[in-house]
């Protein structure tokens, strides 16, 4: 088992700039990739960024490139989301989560936490 727990979040003006942060504990080596996600009031949730643990490579859907870093404290076993240049439509609840190999997809999830750029 892993388990995530997620901190940051909360209220900011649109163009503004939050860093959310999630850190991992149990069987931390099985998750290979690591990444979050996000689910807006009324909408599936979505992916937003990944990173893979062994070597860093990262991932982003299209609308974040270029305002959110994904990064890793290896030390700390804990993942970061920077975002940068908030817009309302990155209002959403963000959600931490973990893939294995076995699986082949995110089956360990944080509590979430709520992010609001307000326009």
């Known amino acids: 088992q892993v388990q995530l727990v997620e901190s940051g979040g909360g209220l900011v003006q649109a163009g503004g700039s939050m860093r959310l942060s999630c850190a991992a504990s149990?069987?931390?080596?099985?998750?290979?990739?690591r990444g979050w996600h996000r689910q807006a009031p009324g909408k599936e949730r979505e992916f937003v960024a990944s990173?893979?643990?062994?070597?860093?490579?990262?991932n982003y859907r299209d609308s974040v490139k270029g305002r959110f870093t994904i990064s890793r404290d290896n030390a700390k076993n804990t993942i970061y989301l920077q975002m940068n240049d908030l817009k309302p439509e990155d209002t959403a609840v963000y959600y931490c989560?973990?893939?294995?190999?076995?699986?082949?997809?995110?089956?360990?999830w944080g509590q979430g936490v709520q992010v609001t750029a307000l326009s």
């Open positions: 989560a973990a893939a294995t190999p076995a699986a082949g997809t995110y089956i360990y």
């Open positions: 149990g069987r931390t080596s099985s998750a290979y990739l």
């Open positions: 990173i893979r643990w062994s070597d860093g490579e990262t």
